[in-house]
């Protein structure tokens, strides 16, 4: 796999430049699949029950399950980022 998007996502601090990348390399559809991953990511983080996250979200159980995964692993970026978001910033 080719990694050059990465660096091409980490070399953007402007957000609305970053916005404007957005759009121009994703659809709209592509942009709401991620946005609702990270909604879902983030309400399992604040205790939500995943029956609940679906029924609000409108989504799958196998989706919901898959990010439940991810933040059982303290290891992962996801699980990182979201406690950074909890943290009261200085």
Known sequence: MDWDII??????????????????LFTRGEVKDITLRWELMKQLKEGHSQREI???LKISLCKIT?????????????????????????
């Not at 660096?7 to 121009?24: G, H, Q, V, Y």
């Not at 990010?67 to 996801?78: E, P």
């Open 7 to 24: 660096d091409i996502f980490t070399n953007i601090t402007d957000r609305k430049e970053m916005e404007r990348l957005f759009s121009e």
């Open 66 to 90: 898959r990010g439940a995964r991810i933040l059982k692993d303290s290891d992962a970026v996801l699980t990182k980022l979201l406690a950074k978001m909890e943290t009261p910033q200085e």
């Open 54 to 56: 679906a029924q609000n």
